[in-house]
């Protein structure tokens, strides 16, 4: 079982900018991908960019030329940088463990706590 813990959510301003962190710990045999999903106050969940093991990424097209995805393989964990951030952005972030086959993602059904990001106006 992967246990996934994302820290780096807050309060920021039209504009700025903030980096999220998602600390992987536990068994990953059969994950090959890590993403990131936001959920915006009562809407779905949604998959905002993954990145795959050999580090090939990909990004909803909102947050294109925005966001970046990174991975430290050695120290299990995966980033999303977040710069230009926007009103809309604001969302709880969840970190999740993944499958890429034939370039789609799947979620495994493993997911951080989340941590809220806001951004004012």
């Known amino acids: 079982q992967v246990q996934l813990v994302e820290s780096g959510g807050g309060l920021v301003q039209d504009g700025g900018s903030l980096r999220l962190s998602c600390a992987a710990s536990?068994?990953?045999?059969?994950?090959?991908?890590m993403g990131w999903y936001r959920q915006p106050p009562g809407k779905q969940r949604d998959l905002v960019a993954h990145i795959t093991s050999g580090g090939r990424t990909n990004y909803t097209d909102s947050v294109k030329g925005r966001f970046t995805i990174s991975r430290d393989n050695a120290k299990n964990t995966v980033y999303l940088q977040m710069n230009s951030l926007k009103p809309e952005d604001t969302a709880v972030y969840y970190c999740?463990?993944?499958?890429?086959?034939?370039?789609?993602?799947?979620?495994?059904?493993?997911w951080g706590q989340g941590t809220l990001v806001t951004v004012s106006s």
């Open positions: 999740n463990a993944g499958l890429v086959t034939s370039g789609v993602y799947r979620n495994l059904g493993l």
């Open positions: 536990g068994s990953i045999f059969g994950i090959n991908a």
